[in-house]
């Protein structure tokens, strides 16, 4: 089970850091992605953690993924916010051919 927390309001130029918070089994040995959805929209990739890390176009220099595995949480940090960047945010992690999603954490950007 993933579990994300921290969106919110703020105003563009902002920051935020959204946790996803995994139990029933460690993410040390998974990939993290992170993707959004906004109103009316698909939903995107914004990144991933895993031997490496990989960013959209979008939102690369500004977004920073990490993960703590001995609190089994992973961590996207959100900074120059843009208003753009409103929609949920969701954690993923695939295991074999299961995908596993959190319930998703709202982040709005707005004045």
């Known amino acids: 089970q993933l579990v994300e927390s921290g969106g919110g309001l703020v105003q563009p130029g902002g920051s935020l850091r959204l946790s996803c918070a995994a139990s029933?089994?460690?993410?040390?040995?998974?990939?993290m992605a992170w993707y959004r959805q906004a109103p009316g929209k698909q939903r995107e990739w914004v990144g991933i953690s895993a031997s490496s890390t990989n960013y959209a176009e979008s939102v690369k220099g500004r977004f920073t993924i990490s993960r703590d595995n001995a609190k089994n949480t992973g961590y996207l940090q959100m900074n120059s916010l843009k208003p753009e960047d409103t929609a949920v945010y969701y954690c993923?992690?695939?295991?074999?051919?299961?995908?596993?999603w959190g319930q998703g954490t709202q982040v709005t950007v707005s004045s």
């Open positions: 029933g089994r460690s993410i040390r040995f998974y990939a």
């Open positions: 993923n992690i695939n295991i074999g051919t299961a995908a596993i």
